[in-house]
């Protein structure tokens, strides 16, 4: 496993995201000391696209309750990433 399969976690698949992707953007879930820099090279040495801009966000953990216990779900690091018009991954193609 390269360094730059430990970047991307998974692909994020959601209402939104699909909305985003039909705009050239795809979502991914990154580990969480990733940089712009790192999930840019990543996008582009993985998929052999040319990514124009990324977006980094942590989303907060949700507050979760079983039975007497309250707690919550773990945060994790979400990238946003625009490709050039014209370029796709294809992953996302049978989705």
Not at 57 to 63: E, L, N, R, S
Not at 65 to 79: C, D, E, L, V, Y
Request: charged letters at 30%; proline letters at 6%.
């Amino acid at each position: 496993m390269t360094i730059y399969e430990k970047v991307l976690i998974e692909p994020v698949l959601s209402e939104k995201a699909n909305t985003l992707r039909e705009e050239g953007k795809y979502v991914f879930k990154v580990d969480p000391s990733a940089t712009k820099i790192e999930i840019k090279e990543a996008i582009r040495r993985l998929f052999k696209v040319h990514p124009i801009a990324c977006s980094v966000m942590v989303v907060a953990g949700k507050p979760k309750r079983q039975r007497n216990r309250s707690g919550h779900t773990s945060p994790w690091k979400k990238a946003i990433v625009r490709l050039p018009k014209g370029e796709k991954i294809s992953i996302f193609e049978g989705v």
